[in-house]
């Protein structure tokens, strides 16, 4: 570890003895800039919203899984093996959704995934248009970021252009506002025909699935309908037999007194 830091030493020190002689450098800090951004602090909640929201729709499925498992412990006693394995086979169904739907979520290339791109992606490149800006009219020949991997042992602060960059991505902001307001353009989020198709397939696929679910829900419930209706009539024709067998033995009893 000493001699990696003193490598790193002795590489700034090199560094800086050759920026001395014609190197302009400046550094930026991105976490600064970002959190000093609105529409970065506002694409942040916008995102925070809805993982909340996918983990209580998760949540919910789950609890809903529990409940019919529990359930199913509860009734196993009145139910034949052929409504048992159903059961059995329709929490699994629904515990393999609750599964892709967290995939959905959170996978690797899940909504949250796409959706920090589709928020944040707009905002970094933002910043990079302003460094841009900025290294041209100011002819710097390296910029480095203070809150990335890269290590900085020490840092000037008069070399630390981040407020200069939040500035012209402040101006930038003004100016396409008012050039919005004169030609009155409309801002809306333009969707292609292909996420279009993608999105309505994926809605058909989720309805598919929960057609074919309440179907199969229905008919576990027709059939444990059935039963009870079976074993309700069995039980009213034993009790008819048994009043019947109580009134002969009775009427017997009178003819023999």
């Not at 499925?61 to 498992?69: G, N, T």
């Not at 960059?165 to 402040?170: E, R, Y």
């Amino acid at each position: 570890m000493r001699k990696l830091v003193f490598c790193i030493v002795l590489s700034l020190i090199a560094f800086g003895s050759y920026a001395q002689k014609s190197q302009r450098i400046a550094y930026i800090d991105m976490e600064y800039i970002l959190e000093n951004l609105p529409e970065y602090i506002q694409a942040q909640n916008t995102l925070n919203a809805k993982i909340a929201k996918w983990k209580k729709n998760l949540d919910t499925e789950a609890r809903h899984i529990e409940i019919l498992k529990t359930d199913l412990a509860n009734e196993k006693a009145i139910l034949t093996n052929d409504l048992i394995e159903e059961k059995e086979e329709d929490i699994t169904l629904k515990q393999e959704e609750l599964r892709r739907l967290e995939s959905l979520y959170f996978g690797p290339n899940g909504d949250m995934f796409l959706v920090r791109k589709q928020l944040v992606k707009p905002i970094q490149d933002q910043v990079y248009y302003a460094i841009q800006k900025i290294v041209k009219t100011k002819k710097y020949d390296f910029v480095f970021d203070k809150s990335s991997e890269l290590i900085m042992l020490y840092s000037n602060k008069k070399y630390d252009i981040s407020e200069i960059v939040l500035a012209s991505i402040d101006k930038t902001r003004k100016v396409a506002d008012r050039k919005a307001k004169q030609q009155e353009k409309k801002i809306a989020p333009e969707v292609s025909a292909r996420q279009k198709a993608l999105l309505e397939a994926k809605k058909k696929q989720r309805e598919e699935l929960l057609a074919k679910k309440e179907k199969k829900k229905q008919l576990i419930a027709d059939r444990r309908a059935e039963l009870l209706a079976k074993k309700e009539a069995k039980r009213k024709l034993l009790k008819e037999k048994q009043e019947a067998a109580k009134k002969k033995k009775e009427e017997q009893k009178n003819n023999n007194n």
